[in-house]
């Protein structure tokens, strides 16, 4: 049973930063493509940034571009969202997701290419 388990989320002021962390179990870790989404309030579930299999290919959302890092550590099979700069546009719950579509080698920003989904970890960022 695959489980993708969030962590890391909380309530910052505009300018802090945050490190999400996402757990992975019952898969072949190096088999996926691994990213993050978010969601705001009312608003679709959007792409933020995705890793391949060994970290060498990531791709970000404009809008996270220079202040969000993503990064994977393969022997614990987890894969941790770095994020600095935070804006209050960046408040929503973050969602882990994992994807084998592509044998985990290129990074998709389609939601319906990820197959495993986190339950998610609320970030909300104060002005």
């Known amino acids: 049973q695959v489980q993708l388990v969030e962590s890391g989320g909380g309530s910052v002021q505009a300018g802090g930063s945050l490190r999400l962390s996402c757990a992975a179990s019952?898969?072949?870790?190096?088999?996926?493509?691994m990213a993050w989404f978010r969601q705001a309030p009312g608003k679709e579930r959007e792409f933020v940034v995705g890793i391949n299999w060994n970290g060498g290919n990531s791709y970000y959302a404009d809008s996270v571009k220079g202040r969000f890092t993503i990064s994977r550590d393969n022997a614990k099979y987890t894969v941790y969202l770095q994020m600095n700069s935070l804006k209050p546009e960046d408040t929503a719950v973050y969602y882990c997701?994992?994807?084998?579509?592509?044998?985990?080698?290129?990074?998709?920003?389609?939601?319906?290419?990820?197959?495993?989904w986190g339950k998610g970890t609320q970030v909300t960022v104060s002005s």
């Open positions: 019952g898969l072949v870790f190096t088999d996926y493509t």
């Open positions: 997701a994992a994807s084998n579509r592509h044998n985990g080698i290129v990074v998709i920003a389609l939601r319906h290419d990820y197959g495993y």
